[in-house]
């Protein structure tokens, strides 16, 4: 069953994608989401989102003038910084704890929701075969492990073909990572080369005899 394999390794690859690298982007959109609906956090998700937005043009305006030249408009700026900065770290305090329990919740619907469908998917199809092995290809114990647990002998189930796709999507995704660590560090050593070394001044002195 060709779409059947197919649709196997896409609700793995998207399981393994939503577990690690969505999910953080997953759950920052939702909880966005969320904040312009009317509940109960929206009106102080707004306003927090004001008074960041008042403390960096606060910033920016104490960085633009001097505090020797202009002290007076500069300690203004100061003092509104500092108490909006103070406003804004006690409207996150309650918001933070609440979007701490808002993302467990949505990584608990996430993992039920996907690996609900996987589970109705292998509960579905358990005694369907995905493809069938050559005869003798395999001995009879490896037959009978790759149709485990109610596909035909000589057959691969869609449980194991489920872990297959599973293990081949971690392996590539850990080989992905190690060469763009690899990458990064011949980056940084290339950056490095590029600078001129620097010469202590008792390297360069000569001993005069």
Not at 172 to 179: E, K, L, M, W, Y
Request: net charge positive; proline share 5%.
């Amino acid at each position: 069953m060709p779409s059947l394999l197919l649709a196997g390794l896409i609700l793995q690859l998207i399981i393994h994608l939503a577990s690690t690298v969505g999910g953080p982007a997953i759950n920052s959109f939702l909880w966005s989401l969320w904040n312009k609906l009317p509940t109960a956090t929206s009106a102080d998700y707004k306003h927090a989102t004001t008074l960041r937005r008042e403390i960096v043009r606060l910033k920016r305006e104490m960085n633009a003038i001097s505090p020797q030249d202009q002290f007076v408009k500069w300690a203004k700026l100061q003092r509104q910084h500092d108490k909006a900065v103070a406003d804004y770290d006690k409207k996150t305090q309650g918001l933070k704890s609440f979007e701490s329990s808002f993302n467990t919740t949505i990584n608990v619907l996430r993992w039920l929701f996907f690996n609900g469908l996987r589970f109705l998917l292998q509960t579905y199809y358990q005694k369907t075969p995905m493809f069938w092995l050559p005869r003798g290809w395999v001995p009879g114990y490896i037959e009978w492990l790759l149709a485990f647990p109610r596909a035909p002998t000589g057959s691969v189930s869609v449980q194991v073909w489920f872990a297959a796709c599973m293990a081949v999507i971690q392996i590539a995704a850990s080989a992905v990572g190690a060469v763009r660590a690899l990458r990064i560090q011949q980056e940084g050593t290339k950056g490095n080369k590029g600078q001129p070394m620097k010469v202590g001044a008792e390297g360069s002195m000569k001993k005069e005899l």
